[in-house]
């Protein structure tokens, strides 16, 4: 038992601090949320340079085999700089999907790519009448004499309009008609058919939604030989949960430090807010619910690799925990700072943008609490 | 990182384990279970601490010399889980948690050969007087007063919410010796002897139907000074130190886990007409148990760094205001989990020797009043008033 830091994982830390607190600051952050592109290719590049890219790619695959650890402290400080970058889509979902599911030659076509930073990915898995259901999928892909056709529609698809390749979930049809396998595929954002329809993401960033109308992929589209993804993809999200966890913790962090330095040098009535109590007790329960969401977002990544109902209910129990955290501290955020809170001219309308964005992201508190409670209850017979 | 232990502490576990199989008998986890205020009665509670003190472990925190058994602080993290997960009687801390580590620091030679082994071997059983009818969150405000008359102090006053005090043969208690600038200074630790003449002690009933505190009078009661623990009016000092020796060592996610466990395992029993299956209560087990998950890391985080020697600063006075609140949150589910039964509370005490048979089945008995009695948590021991007070200033600095 042991939750201290190793020495590599101060070092990524410090290195990832240094940048975010260098190369992320307001004007950048407004720049970037009225970019078409939504992210700056050039830091994306440095993300590959500095080895961010291939942190959790196998070594094998030119990657540096770390875990979900180190992509939660990666993760902490992008939220404390509110990166936009799509990290997530690219390395901690789509990296970890082909890792999970694709052959060895899909693995080897990828994800060296992934790791120098020349192709991104995007995973586009729910739809509209699924709600957070990751087992409900509509989306069907049809084998055909040359390989597959793929029909349906995709929402909430994360960086989509920025990917290369985009990993598509879809219910297998083969010569024996529906198969109740869903399947992954690999489909080029250029391939006919596909279309995406991207917009500005609530708290920065950019997501899609995507229409699929007869695209026409290979054979060796579909990612690995075709066993049912749906084990695969739980763990992915669980996995991109527990990151987005401790990318929470650090825009809650920062909504923290700005709210006290406001609340010191505000006065009214003659004195700084923070001579109140009822600010004071405010600012530790704020303090408390960001402590308590790291230790969940910690917890959440050790036990990535636990055997499923483990690390589900983890995830997930991080996800409700930290989803409920994150709306308490970026509200009391803007309702300490007063008026201003709620204008443009400061940044925490940026910052509690992404943590409502968070909470909504493969569910909210209340989705997640009732999984944790169904996941709990599957081991205890009734 | 890594959150399993290695196999020199597994190892420790299974010994805690053996230990515990050998000496908890049905009688000590029954009562243990069935009694809904803080601590166990002497009988049974001191039951425990002898077999722990024959074992070596009477006393986890202190150091070899006085006969602490030398754990890290992951082997007390095992221990503390371990004795939760059995369901072991709750050994009244006011000896070996609370005055022990002050006359290790504090106190004479004399006094450390004196009341120590007699600590850890259970032959005394302690109370703690600090809290006064007049001095609750603003203890140091404290008007019990102790007067020089040659090699005694004369001590008349009042103390109040004094757990235990019925029981108890030893009170240790804060006391004014002098008047100084601030209420803190004047104020002297001393050790007295609850047979003394001029103490009476009235007992006081929680709404959970327990007697468990007392108030006490002090009329004209000679106690020697050689009784006084350190210098004369540096008490205020000893008596943070005590507050604090427990600081940085909180260990209370498992019990917290098993109060819950026992909640779920009614809730999913024929005797609440499964309650489980109300969505709602479904999701507030979950919620409560999630929070349970992150006190239990963030306790698990404070103990890494103590394991290293860091000092884990502001994070451990979290632990207390959360260990309470999460406490609270089960007893309140527990009372909705058992539905019409709540309206039925065996008024009878001790739980465990009822001659009657009790209207609720006997896994209820306790439910309403921990809940009742559960009040408490956040008032005593600081209230989270002043808890976060704490936390504004020593984490947040305002």
């Known amino acids: 038992m042991d939750l201290n830091l190793s020495d590599e994982q101060k070092l990524l830390r410090e290195s990832v601090e240094r940048f975010v607190a260098g190369s992320y600051d307001a004007d950048h952050r407004r720049k970037m949320a009225n970019d078409p592109l939504g992210y700056s290719p050039a830091v994306w590049k440095q993300f590959a340079e500095l080895g961010w890219l291939a942190l959790p790619i196998p070594e094998e695959f030119d990657g540096l085999g770390g875990g979900a650890v180190e992509i939660g402290i990666l993760m902490e400080a992008f939220g404390r700089g509110l990166v936009s970058e799509p990290y997530v889509a690219t390395v901690v979902l789509g990296a970890a999907l082909i890792d999970r599911c694709g052959s060895a030659a899909q693995k080897q076509a990828i994800l060296p790519k992934v790791a120098d930073g020349s192709l991104k990915l995007a995973f586009a898995h729910s739809e509209r009448a699924a709600r957070f259901d990751l087992a409900k999928v509509a989306a069907t892909a049809n084998k055909t004499a040359q390989g597959w056709r793929l029909a349906g529609s995709k929402i909430a698809v994360l960086d989509g309009h920025a990917a290369d390749e985009i990993i598509v979930s879809a219910l297998i049809h083969d010569h024996h008609g529906p198969s109740g396998r869903i399947g992954l595929f690999l489909v080029r954002a250029t391939a006919p058919g596909l279309s995406i329809s991207d917009y500005q ?10 229409d699929l109308s007869g695209v026409e992929l290979p054979d060796d589209a579909l990612l690995g030989d075709g066993h049912d993804a ?26 923290l430090d700005t709210t006290l330095e406001y609340t010191k040098i505000r006065k009214q009535f003659g004195r700084p807010l923070s001579a109140n109590q009822v600010i004071r007790h405010r600012l530790a329960d704020m303090a408390m619910q960001v402590d308590e969401s790291r230790s969940m977002a910690l917890r959440a990544a050790l036990k990535v690799e636990s055997p499923p109902l483990d690390r589900a209910r983890a995830a997930s129990g991080a996800k409700a925990k930290i989803g409920k955290c994150a709306r308490f501290v970026g509200e009391q955020s803007i309702q300490l700072h007063g008026g201003m809170g709620v204008t443009e001219e400061l940044e925490v309308g940026a910052y509690f ?8 992201l493969f569910g909210g508190s209340a989705h997640h609490y009732a999984r944790h409670a169904q996941l709990g209850r599957t081991s205890v017979p009734a | 990182m890594d959150l399993t232990f290695n196999a020199e502490e597994r190892a420790f576990q299974s010994e805690v384990r053996g ?18 205020s803080v601590f166990s009665d002497p009988d049974i509670g001191m039951a425990w601490q002898r077999a722990l003190h024959r074992q070596g472990w009477g006393a986890p925190g202190w150091p070899v010399e006085y006969g602490g058994p030398d754990w890290t602080p992951a082997q007390r993290w095992i221990f503390e889980t371990e004795s939760a997960r059995a369901g072991v009687p709750n050994v009244n801390v006011m000896g070996v948690k609370m005055v022990g580590p002050v006359i290790i620091g504090f106190g004479s030679p004399e006094q450390k050969n004196f009341y120590l082994p007699r600590i850890l071997s259970g032959e005394d059983y302690w109370c703690q007087g600090y809290s006064e009818p007049g001095s609750g969150s603003d203890l140091s405000s404290l008007k019990t007063r102790a007067v020089r008359d040659g090699d005694d102090y004369i001590i008349n006053g009042t103390k109040i919410w004094t757990t235990h005090a019925h029981h108890a043969n030893r009170m240790f208690a804060l006391v004014r010796t002098s008047d100084g600038e601030r209420q803190q200074d004047g104020i002297s630790f001393i050790l007295i002897d609850m047979t003394t003449p001029g103490i009476t002690t009235r007992p006081i009933l929680t709404i959970g139907g327990d007697h468990e505190v007392n108030q006490v009078f002090f009329d004209d009661v000679r106690v020697p000074v050689a009784n006084r623990v350190g210098d004369e009016g540096k008490g205020w000092t000893y008596g943070k130190y005590l507050l604090e020796f427990e600081r940085g060592s909180g260990i209370a996610s498992a019990k917290l886990r098993e109060g819950l466990k026992a909640i779920a395992e009614l809730a999913e029993s024929d005797l609440t007409g499964r309650a489980i299956d109300s969505p709602d209560i479904a999701s507030r087990i979950s919620e409560v148990e999630v929070d349970i998950d992150a006190l239990e890391m963030t306790e698990l985080r404070v103990l890494s760094a103590l394991q290293t020697g860091q000092n884990p600063g502001a994070v451990s006075s979290i632990l207390k205001l959360r260990n309470s609140e999460i406490r609270q949150a089960v007893t309140r589910l527990g009372v909705d989990v058992i539905g019409h039964d709540a309206l039925a509370v065996e008024p009878m005490r001790p739980l465990y020797k009822l001659n009657h048979e009790p209207a609720t089945p006997e896994d209820m008995l306790t439910v309403v009043p921990e809940y009742l009695n559960g009040r408490a948590y956040t008032i005593f021991g600081g209230t989270s008033e002043i808890q976060r007070d704490i936390i504004a200033k020593m984490m947040l600095g305002i």
């Open chain 1, 230 to 255: 749906l084990p695969a993809i739980e763990w992915a999200v669980d996995r991109a949960m527990a990151a987005l966890g401790a990318e929470a913790v650090g825009i809650m962090q920062t909504l």
């Open chain 2, 19 to 36: 230990f515990i199989a050998k000496n908890l008998t049905d009688e000590m986890k029954r009562a243990t279970a069935l009694t809904p």
């Open chain 1, 201 to 210: 993401r609530l708290g920065g960033g950019r997501a899609c939604n995507i």
């Open chain 1, 353 to 360: 943008k992404r943590l409502v964005a968070f909470d909504t």
